[in-house]
């Protein structure tokens, strides 16, 4: 189901409980609150780069760029910008260029 109706059912009583991403806009657009899987019943789905062996060739400074990327913004940072996109209808790139100023990327 459309994650956004399983919340919008969330928000209108009609469930009590739903499994969506961590990073969704919507939870913070709608102030839902994640629970935390103390238990580690959920595998973690942390975003990656993932890229073609003939970029990396053509560009090798790209493993290096990506690499500063690591450990640079957490589950609640993109659920934020998430949210400013999805929910406040705000520009992506305008989005993602304050997030790169407020961390000096």
Known sequence: MDLGLIY???VDKKVDIVAGNSTDGLIEALH???LVD???YFPPYDAVPIVRRDALAKFPQLRDALSDLANKISAEEMRHLNSEVDANQRDPAAVIRTFRASKSL
Do not use: G, S, T
Request: aromatic letters at 0%.
């Open 8 to 10: 919008r059912a969330l």
């Open 32 to 34: 839902l609150v994640p």
């Open 38 to 40: 103390d238990k580690h």
